[in-house]
């Protein structure tokens, strides 16, 4: 019986340490439409915490360009929603990691960097935002660059 103890605790240990079963479920993300004016763009914070993870789209003259923001430590996140090299738009939420929905690569939701997976070269770049009357604000230049650098590999 002591043996049997002390190999499940060590497997556990060894899964925890490798980065299996950390995880949880995901969270898949539901899709917001955000309100535009001029260069500003808002989404309701209140529907971020409460679906934990939304994706929202940005129409631009050349097409849309994907978003996601969430929650994470009790803290919103804005980041580009795109994995550059599997053309991803699509990213659940579990714990705190970013999974994208079409490869499995596995990012921080706390700083956007990759952790494992064969898009780890592109990290998450976030967007600045500001809460103002219950609403996530952005600028719109501000989500265009945070959405160019994501398509670049590493840090800008």
Known sequence: MYK???TGALLLITLSVAGCGGTGNPVRATWLNPRVTDNTVTIPASQVRNAKITHFNLALPKGEIAFMAYEVDR???VRADICPPCRSESYSLAKDKLIC???ATVF???TGAGVQGACVAFPKAAVNYQITDGAVVMK???LMTAYLN???PGWP
């Open 75 to 77: 803290k919103l996140q």
């Open 150 to 152: 994501t398509l670049k």
């Open 101 to 103: 929905d079409t490869c």
């Open 4 to 6: 049997r103890i002390v």
């Open 108 to 110: 921080d939701a706390r």
């Open 140 to 142: 719109v230049d501000d």
